[in-house]
């Protein structure tokens, strides 16, 4: 999380702190720490990931649940943000003691979610298994099985069709509608993508689908580049589950990842992590486009010098918001018992990110700001007229 985004101290509408014992593979009980927070329910549930990461607290969580709740605004589905998550080292855990974590800390405040009140997603260091083990947990306690209650899961499960690649494909979707704005074709344009994990990956795959020609690509421990163009096909093939394998490819140059985000190209999709383009390096982007694939990947500083120098950037709360319209999809297929094929799923999702996108756009040029400062001010407005509308109890 951004330190930006702490710093705002945004007012969370319920939060919950639980500590709760496990016991460990050998016999020790170690106590946890974990949250949820509500941020706001003007709008229906909540809505929002599960962290296990060692470095969770209640100022990260409730900013991030914040985030959300801007997040779901803006794509105009019907949630309201939530976080939640445990500190721990989920490296330092069997699979049996991850499991047990997962059903002590859902069991801790299952008296808060629910499928009508707030329903769970996979966050950083949490994954189907996990929202499997969470659906189990919750239903045990009602006596029957509530797949509603949380979204990821895998697809035998209530899971949706398509929710793998929605945050790559809403990126893409987005960029396509960008590119037709700015009149530069798709098409033959020149992408760059920093990150390989599941965003950055699909991102990279889609793209190629469009024409595009994807000519940097990196992860954590380095990039490579082609100006020729990078085959993503064969390189997810062999190299996406192996962090670091894509620098083995011998068809190109390696490049660092703080080379790979000014390299020479139309098209930028920071789609790893926080805080990547700031003052020190946003004037040497030569992209005329760039795409938020992760969250936070620009500071404030590296958002006014783009904005001045006339780059387009189309902001996370709107490119990365193909995953939670997804979670929102499993939401409604799981309460209606009735599921989709890939085809509608991807359909419908493209649908709604055109149309986010269309008014953003429309409002970006109605207040002549940018795209970020557009989406929030549809996102808060919305939020601000529920409110409103709904008035105050009693
Ligand atoms: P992931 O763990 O699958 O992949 C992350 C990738 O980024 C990996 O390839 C990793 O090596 C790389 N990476 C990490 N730190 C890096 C660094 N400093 N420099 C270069 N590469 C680095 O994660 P993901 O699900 O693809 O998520 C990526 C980003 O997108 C995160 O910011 C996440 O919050 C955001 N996001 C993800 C989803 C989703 O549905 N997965 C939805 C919305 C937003």
Same mark, same amino acid.
Request: net charge negative; proline share 5%; glycine share 10%.
């Given at each position: 999380?951004?330190?930006? !985004?702490?710093? %705002? ?49 209640? =100022?990260? %969580? ?10 779901? $605004? ?60 969470? +659906? ?18 895998? !697809? ?25 704005? +700015?009149?530069? @074709? ?23 689908? &469009?024409? /595009? ?57 920071? $789609?790893?992590? %926080? ?24 500071? @404030?500083? /590296? ?9 387009? !950037?189309?902001?996370? !709360? ?14 409604v297929q799981d309460l209606q018992a009735f599921f989709w094929e890939e085809n509608e799923v991807n359909t419908k999702l493209e649908?709604?990110?055109? =149309?986010?996108? $269309? ?24 939020? /601000?007229? /529920?409110?409103?509308? &709904?008035?105050?109890? @009693?």
């Amino acid at each position: 999380m951004p330190s930006w !985004v702490l710093k %705002t101290g945004p007012v969370r509408q319920r939060q919950m702190i639980v500590n709760f014992p496990v016991v460990l593979d050998n016999g020790r009980v170690e106590v946890f720490e974990g949250f949820r927070v509500q941020h706001n329910v003007s709008r229906g549930p909540t809505k929002g990931g599960i962290r296990f990461h060692p470095e969770v607290d209640l =100022n990260e %969580t409730t900013a991030l649940a914040m985030w959300m709740t801007w997040k779901c $605004a803006i794509v105009n589905i019907p949630y309201g943000g939530a976080k939640g998550g445990v500190r721990v080292d989920i490296k330092k855990l069997s699979k049996r003691e991850l499991e047990k974590l997962t059903r002590r800390f859902i069991s801790e405040i299952s008296m808060i979610i629910g499928p009508d009140v707030d329903i769970p997603a996979p966050d950083m260091g949490t994954n189907a298994q996990v929202m499997a083990w969470i +659906m189990d947990t919750y239903s045990v306690g009602k006596g029957s099985t509530v797949t509603g209650v949380v979204t990821g899961k895998p !697809v035998p499960l209530g899971g949706s069709e398509g929710r793998v690649e929605a945050t790559g494909r809403g990126v893409i979707t987005a960029t396509a509608e960008a590119c037709q704005v +700015m009149e530069m @074709p798709l098409e033959g344009a020149r992408v760059v993508v920093q990150g390989f994990g599941n965003v950055g990956s699909i991102a990279a795959k889609l793209a190629v689908e &469009r024409g /595009a020609k994807v000519v940097g690509i990196s992860d954590r421990v380095g990039g490579i580049y082609n100006a020729n163009g990078l085959p993503i096909h064969d390189l997810i093939q062999q190299y996406a589950s192996v962090e670091g394998g894509i620098t083995d490819f011998k068809d190109a140059d390696q490049v660092n990842n703080e080379e790979l985000l000014t390299l020479d190209c139309d098209i930028l999709i920071p $789609a790893a992590t %926080t805080e990547q383009l700031h003052g020190g390096n946003a004037n040497d982007v030569k992209a005329k486009l760039i795409v938020e694939g992760a969250n936070g990947p620009t500071t @404030p500083q /590296a958002d006014e010098i783009l904005a001045d120098r006339g780059v387009f !950037v189309i902001p996370d !709360v709107l490119a990365n918001a193909g995953g939670v319209v997804v979670s929102y999809f499993e939401w409604v297929q799981d309460l209606q018992a009735f599921f989709w094929e890939e085809n509608e799923v991807n359909t419908k999702l493209e649908k709604i990110i055109k =149309n986010s996108f $269309a008014n953003v756009l429309g409002t970006m040029q109605q207040h002549k700001t940018t795209m970020r400062t557009a989406a929030y001010i549809i996102g808060v407005k919305r939020v /601000a007229d /529920a409110t409103v509308t &709904r008035g105050i109890y @009693p």
